[in-house]
């Protein structure tokens, strides 16, 4: 039984209860239930490899758990108290000693690492009792993603409430994220799930920026699209033009700016478009770099009202 493990628990196996609350906030305690350790117990041992059961000493329930050695042949117990419950005072008797003999066999023992959780009054809906002058909440929380160093010490992890929206994170940075969407929460969480499943060493920082990468390369695409599509029409004209030149890389050259030699404009055309480009400070190489044009030669009538519009909404470098 030396080689035999018990694993660290997953988010899922995890549950939230609220452990003091007032006008200012609330802290919770991660915990988890008597089905999460029969579940884990069957898991390691098998179903028929441990057995419970109950004693009662000077008036408290104790709960004892064995494990089947087969290298001793013999049964190994651990044995721990229960305390009273407010509720089906036996049946919580029962519960809690089973729970905490489990808590000695190593299930669960790392919540014991946990971070003291704070959940300020703007995350949550605090509500107050005026005639107990007590506070209150209906929201609801749950472990979203848990991760643990080498030694098993929860190193990172992840609280949202009964909305998916992130109430507590040990990396502050995660709660301004935009958790209002509900459909990039879905597909988040979806990924954050699916790396916990295949990737045993996954860490929460990880799945955090695939959530951040995620949101953010959605966002950045709707406001790109139509961009991307007129320049690469604006490249395919060039290039079906075949009027590139690598040598109109040098049109401007020392410390003054000129257009050099461009066929496709008027000569009219380039005395106002390097007018304008000394006017407001602006290289050239900007102008070619933002409609991707590798020389002067390339600016059509096209780009080039498209450019002189742009150059003429600028302010001066004097005035800069």
Not at 23 to 49: H, M, N
Request: aromatic letters at 8%; charged letters at 35%; proline letters at 1%.
């Amino acid at each position: 039984m030396d080689d035999v493990s018990i694993r660290l628990l997953r988010a899922e196996e995890i549950e939230c209860r609220v452990a003091m609350i007032n006008e200012k906030g609330l802290s919770l305690l991660l915990f988890k239930d008597a089905r999460v350790d029969q579940k884990l117990l069957d898991e390691t041992f098998t179903p028929f490899g441990w057995k419970r059961s109950h004693q009662v000493l000077d008036g408290n329930l104790y709960c004892t758990v064995e494990v089947w050695d087969r290298e001793k042949n013999q049964w190994i117990g651990k044995q721990d108290v229960g305390t009273m419950s407010y509720t089906e005072k036996e049946k919580g008797q029962a519960s809690d000693s089973f729970k905490r003999a489990c808590f000695n066999w190593g299930i669960g023992r790392e919540l014991y690492t946990a971070p003291f959780i704070w959940i300020p009054a703007e995350r949550v809906n605090i509500q107050k009792k005026e005639r107990e002058q007590k506070f209150y909440t209906y929201d609801r929380f749950h472990v979203w993603s848990i991760n643990y160093d080498e030694e098993g010490k929860i190193n990172a992890v992840m609280i949202v409430n009964q909305k998916n929206e992130i109430v507590y994170s040990m990396d502050a940075r995660i709660l301004n994220m935009d958790t209002k969407e509900a459909g990039e929460k879905q597909a988040a969480g979806k990924m954050v799930k699916k790396a916990e499943n295949k990737v045993e060493n996954t860490t929460a920082q990880k799945m955090t920026n695939k959530i951040e990468g995620k949101v953010e390369d959605k966002s950045k695409q709707e406001t790109t699209n139509r961009q991307e599509t007129a320049d690469k029409a604006e490249r395919k004209a060039i290039r079906g033009r075949g009027t590139a030149q690598k040598e109109g890389k040098e049109a401007f050259s020392g410390d003054e700016e000129s257009l050099g030699a461009t066929p496709s404009l008027t000569k009219r055309q380039r005395t106002v478009l390097e007018s304008e480009l000394k006017r407001t400070g602006v290289a050239l190489d900007a102008v070619l770099n933002r409609y991707h044009l590798e020389s002067a030669e390339q600016i059509s009538e096209e780009i080039y009202k498209k450019a002189i519009e742009c150059l003429r909404k600028s302010k001066s470098k004097e005035a800069a």
